[in-house]
């Protein structure tokens, strides 16, 4: 299967896709892509399938034009275009999945400073495995992220956590999927944030964040400054786009640092140069 990065974004209750990001894994020109489905709309009122919307270009004024495709919307665009059964199927993944995941519960998420956190009862339940297993597996792994005193504290105010607990282990998102692959399995969507600017699933995520990890190990090694700058950019960039920072040894791209901050103003004013120098995703 072709490297598919597939969007599926929520509008008005309706989980959809963009005309940009299907012409994107097709191939085509967004241009032709737009004309194709103003040809359908043309023909039959469909505009509750394939949705009219405009988009922004950072740095630009103009709005440009693109379609919103519900599930339906598009099926209908993929009916006439042959082959792509491995994107055409992928998408239709998705969309089931996003509607599945609107439908299941989702447990509170929990922070600690502002980075998305588990409980090891969390954990648990996530794995359908015993805390007595995951506290093993957190050992092994030589994980020892425990709150006490006025940490515990910002914790629990942060949260509005009721508990009478005088310590409690918290588990970042790189331990708890570690955890999860050993076993064989995946974790949900618990870790994203919701004002996410990409909603990817979980194994683009992966992807994107090992990416990430190997930007930031060549730009330690760079001596020159400014090509060091650039790579740890892209890195940031990365990472602000999947909106994961939890990695605490990586701090030179964390954004809740001075320095990271920074690179990330930077990575926004410079994000076309970026883009066309170094494209990774």
């Known amino acids: 299967m072709q490297n598919l990065l597939i969007k599926i974004d929520e509008y008005n209750g309706r989980q959809v896709t963009t005309s940009r990001n299907v012409a994107e894994n097709l191939g085509k020109r967004h241009s032709n892509v737009v004309r194709d489905l ?7 009122n469909l505009s509750s399938l394939i949705i009219p919307a405009f988009y922004e270009v950072e740095g630009q ?27 055409k199927l992928a998408y239709i993944n998705e969309f089931n999945r996003m509607k599945d995941l609107l439908k299941t519960p989702q ?7 502002k980075v998305p956190v588990m409980t090891v009862d969390m954990l648990a339940k996530e794995l359908n495995i015993s805390t007595v297993t995951v506290n093993k597996m957190l050992y092994k792994l030589d994980d020892g992220n425990v709150l006490t005193g006025n940490e515990l504290k910002y914790f629990k105010k942060e949260n509005n956590y009721k508990s009478s607990c005088s310590l409690l282990r918290i588990i970042y998102h790189r331990v708890a999927d570690t955890i999860a692959r050993n076993l064989g399995k995946q974790l949900s969507d618990y870790f994203l944030f919701d004002c996410d600017k990409y909603k990817l699933p979980l194994e683009q995520m992966q992807i994107a964040l090992k990416q990430a990890d190997n930007l930031a190990r060549i730009g330690k090694q760079i001596s020159n400054k400014e090509d060091k700058d650039f790579v740890l950019m892209k890195a940031s960039e990365i990472l602000v786009n999947i909106g994961l920072w939890d990695n605490k040894e990586d701090t030179d791209y964390d954004i809740n640092s001075l320095d990271g901050w920074n690179k990330k103003c930077k990575i926004g004013n410079n994000l076309g140069y970026i883009n066309r120098q170094l494209k990774l995703l």
């Open 38 to 44: 103003e040809g359908i709309l043309e023909n039959s």
């Open 107 to 113: 447990q509170k998420r929990l922070y600690y400073k």
């Open 61 to 87: 004024k103009r709005k440009y034009k693109e379609y919103l495709l519900t599930k339906d919307g598009f099926i209908l665009y993929m009916f006439n275009i042959q082959g792509h059964n491995d994107m």
